[in-house]
């Protein structure tokens, strides 16, 4: 697998404001991503996630620190506007509101509406635009009117604007804090298929632990660093370092992890409500791990 | 103070009634909601929550049936709305995209400013509502535009307390925060509710945050209350909750999981904590059987 996404010891602070100091969001920040791959990014609010996806995305410039999109540096000095305008079409983002993300007064002019900015011919647009739609499941909406959908429907509709604008990488920033659990699902179920059917390569910014746990990998930030990387069961499986850091681990961790507290040797690495009963379980059944 | 009870009697309501986009919303429900307790509403979206909210603070009227705070109806006298609205005070979702003032502390002084207060009890307001919504002092004379999501949002929850609200509504407190601030607003609201008796509506789509703050839980489906009970009564019916497109805590259905690997530990355990308590009972009583098997 390649890479697409390289960023080395990034370093951004926001500018000093009529006496409030500058303050620094990202602090030496290095990692890169595979093409195809699955990352999550959690964090607690001001911990420098939002700050790190404009970053990748080009609409704020690093103070110092390296990016490469495609193994080319975008912060050279030798970098042109033309060259961040094209590598801008590589990546998408889908933000929190979706109602601050639909422009179109139907859904298919809405999803063709980056398409038609790009020039792309009218006939290519179509297909792009049908395609899209059936991705993200809601081709017997293209004529309706976006406003009457529900929000998860609009998420959805945001995801299949970028999937027509062919985005390679989609960088999804707490797209589903404002859904129900309806809405969150079909979210969810849409970015996994993308990333493992399409073969999209997904960022996503929660602060659901359970969504997180879906991840191939997921990046911990906190006070614009990176706390941890690595698989979900790397991550979750030390709990206390993420409580330290104020953030959560799925119930079924925490659970676990109160029975080792008890004396059972379970693992703390399982986020399936099933799994993790039959795991307890047995341990508890067997008296596992205790004399 | 005294603590406003909430009853709906019988009470309907239809959007656009008479045109081609009538579209019932709440489907003849009646309610009572004890003055003491911290209520969560829960239900997906378009199930009626919303519609519910606006019909207790005075901003929608029934269709027909009554509402009634304190036992009266809230619509005998419609001229006097505008002391509901001050009785059941409503905060909206994201309230922080409403603040407007250019101060913090003008921001919170606008709802009780139009209750008629002044000088010292106004002062004394801000000041209480600020503590309460975990906000520092030091804040006071900042522009609210300069803060934070998280402290934008006590701001606005703040003004909503400064008005001393007998019911307090609020519509996704927390959505959009981090552990950590839902943690700080909600345990906020909660020691609100405890210390001043406000009666306590919270409507969210968290379940693990409705487990952990509410006394009771109202279920909404299309327009009808499905289930009104404690929390642990309500997550017991899981199925139930589950086959109207709603969740339970994930560790509620770790519970039910168990009981059928043969470790029952109840099912109407909805917090972790309970949850580890119940399994070292468990543990306990298997340790007693096999000592005496031995």
Same mark, same amino acid.
């Given at each position: 697998?390649?890479?697409?996404? +390289? ?76 060259? *961040? ?42 297909? +792009? ?52 659990? &309806? ?30 746990? &879906? ?77 | 103070?005294?603590?406003? %009870? !909430? ?40 199930? %009626? ?39 059941? %005070? ?36 801000? &000041? ?31 003004? !909503? ?7 307090? *509504? ?6 959009? &925060? ?24 919270? !409507? ?91």
């Amino acid at each position: 697998m390649s890479e697409v996404i +390289r960023v080395e010891n990034l370093c951004y602070s926001y500018p000093e404001d009529e006496g409030t100091p500058a303050v620094p969001a990202l602090k030496d920040v290095s990692f890169s991503i595979e093409e195809g791959s699955f990352t999550a990014i959690l964090g607690h609010n001001g911990s420098g996630k939002s700050t790190l996806a404009k970053v990748l995305c080009m609409i704020c410039q690093p103070d110092s620190g390296k990016l490469f999109l495609h193994g080319k540096e975008m912060t050279a000095e030798d970098i042109t506007d033309a060259d *961040i305008m094209k590598a801008r079409r590589e990546i998408g983002m889908v933000f929190q509101n979706p109602d601050n993300q639909i422009v179109a007064t139907v859904v298919e002019e809405d999803v063709a509406f980056g398409c038609e900015n790009l020039g792309i011919p009218s006939d290519e647009i179509r297909r +792009r635009v049908d395609e899209a739609l059936e991705i993200v499941g809601m081709t017997r909406y293209a004529r309706h009117q976006p406003h009457k959908l529900s929000g998860g429907q609009k998420q959805r509709i945001a995801v299949a604007g970028t999937i027509a604008m062919k985005r390679k990488v989609i960088i999804f920033d707490e797209s589903t804090a404002m859904l129900d659990p &309806l809405g969150r699902k079909e979210v969810m179920d849409t970015i996994i298929r993308l990333n493992r059917e399409d073969g999209i390569t997904v960022l996503m910014i929660t602060h659901y632990m359970n969504e997180a746990a &879906l991840a191939d990998r997921i990046i911990v930030m906190n006070r614009g660093e990176i706390l941890k990387d690595g698989s979900p069961n790397q991550v979750f499986g030390e709990p206390e370092s993420m409580w330290e850091a104020g953030l959560d681990v799925p119930q079924t961790t925490e659970l676990l992890y109160r029975c080792r507290q008890m004396g059972y040797n379970v693992p703390l690495d399982v986020f399936d409500t099933d799994e993790c009963a039959r795991i307890i379980a047995q341990a508890v059944l067997n008296q596992e791990g205790r004399d | 103070m005294t603590v406003a %009870g !909430v009853e709906l009697k019988n009470v309907t309501y239809i959007y656009n009634k008479g045109t081609p986009y009538e579209a019932k919303a709440l489907d003849n429900i009646s309610l009572q909601i004890p003055g003491t307790r911290i209520t969560g509403l829960i239900g997906h979206t378009g199930s %009626g929550k919303s519609t519910m909210m606006q019909l207790i603070n005075g901003l929608l009227k029934p269709t027909s049936g009554e509402v009634c705070i304190d036992g009266r109806n809230i619509w005998d006298e419609p001229k006097k709305i505008r002391e509901i609205r001050f009785k059941a %005070g409503l905060v909206m979702q994201y309230p922080e995209h409403q603040l407007f003032a250019e101060t913090v502390e003008e921001d919170i002084a606008y709802g009780p400013k139009n209750m008629g207060l002044s000088g010292e009890e106004l002062h004394k307001r801000i &000041l209480d509502a600020a503590a309460f919504s975990g906000l520092d002092p030091a804040l006071l004379p900042k522009s609210p535009f300069e803060l934070s999501g998280g402290q934008k949002r006590r701001v606005a929850l703040a003004g !909503v307390i400064a008005m001393k609200p007998q019911i307090l *509504i609020l519509d996704e407190p927390a959505a959009g &925060l981090d552990p950590g601030g839902r943690r700080e607003i909600l345990g906020g609201v909660k020691r609100y509710a405890r210390e001043s008796g406000t009666n306590v509506i919270i !409507v969210s789509h968290s379940m693990e945050d409705m487990a952990l703050y509410c006394d009771d839980l109202a279920v909404m489906s299309a327009g009808k209350i499905l289930m009104y009970d404690t929390c642990a009564a309500v997550f017991s019916r899981a199925e139930e909750m589950l086959a109207v497109g709603l969740d339970v805590p994930q560790v509620t259905g770790v519970a039910f999981a168990l009981a059928k690997h043969g470790v029952d530990i109840g099912k109407d355990v909805y917090t972790v904590d309970w949850a580890a308590d119940k399994l070292a009972e468990f543990g306990k009583t298997i340790r007693t059987e096999d000592k005496i098997n031995i």
